[in-house]
């Protein structure tokens, strides 16, 4: 069975053709590309990808005008189903304004763009999309982003770190998020939500190949492969 | 009529621009600013028949991000 993967494009989308090489190299199969003024999916897939990006000119808030699109319903419908859904950087802050993870991400705290690669935590390996890495293991994965400063309530943070829903935490000082949370799942699993970009890190040419893992946990584990 | 909706961040949310625009004023030779906190001021121009619970919708579930965000209705 080919691996059926849908990358969504916004208005201001640009890493939405690294986050399709990434899961055509992966996977052998294409992903469907989904323009965001659609209202409907393609049937039947395995994983949804919302990419980096500034969709909509970050107008109102990163992620906001986005989350509210017409596509993004048929997003919160599939995940609620159970499809995975993965979205990195403004893909990760689009969630988070669609309800479909908690918290939300605020400007830097040293107010700066940071662009460079950062060390990462990987804190749960049970995860669909982390179970090919190991615990406490220590990748390398590049960010790109103004607003990754991680917040929720003292009450959220202890709920996502006690059902194990942090999947990754910085190995370093990068933007200020509380207890340097870098990337969260929901309740269910399904989806996962983080500011570095596993899709600019999967072949040696990239500087590194820690973010293929990632991909391969995903396929892996909905393909038995 | 015209309506603003004043949206600003919670208390206890650290407000990294808020505190650069503070220390902006005190470079330009300002004292006596002991804190400052960014928001944003939306005016909307809206039928008399919009009700107060439709603005609270609006508010809530677009103008302000409640993670982290409250807002204010005033009716000018």
Known sequence: ?225 | MKVRVHVSLKNGVLDPQGRAIHHAIEGLGFDGVKDVRAGRLFELEVDEGVTDAQLDEMASKLLANMVIENYRIERV
């Open chain 1, 1 to 225: 069975m080919p691996f059926r993967s849908a990358v969504i494009t916004f208005p201001g989308s640009n890493c939405d053709r690294d986050m399709a090489v990434a899961l055509e190299q992966v996977s052998g199969t294409a992903p469907h590309r989904v323009w965001h003024g659609d209202s409907t999916l393609p049937a039947a897939l395995d994983f949804i990808a919302v990419p980096g990006g500034f969709s909509y000119g970050d107008y109102l808030r990163s992620g906001a005008m986005a989350a509210r699109s017409p596509i993004m319903q048929a997003v919160i419908e599939a995940a609620g189903k159970g499809v995975p859904v993965l979205g990195v950087c403004n893909g990760f802050q689009i969630l988070t304004e669609a309800g479909l993870l908690p918290g939300a991400l605020m400007r830097n705290a040293g107010i700066r763009f940071v662009c460079r690669e950062v060390k990462l935590k990987v804190e749960n390996t049970q995860s669909l999309f982390t179970a090919a890495y190991e615990t406490g293991q220590v990748i390398r994965i590049p960010v790109a982003h103004h607003d990754g400063n991680y917040f929720a309530d003292e009450a959220t943070l202890d709920r996502l770190e006690g059902e194990g829903r942090v999947a990754f935490r910085y190995a370093e000082s990068v933007n200020g998020s509380v207890r340097d949370i870098a990337g969260v799942l929901n309740a269910a699993g399904n989806v996962l939500g983080m500011m570095p970009h596993p899709e600019r890190a999967i072949e040696p040419a990239h500087g590194s190949s820690d973010g293929r893992a990632l991909f391969e946990s995903a396929i892996k584990g909905l393909v038995g492969a």
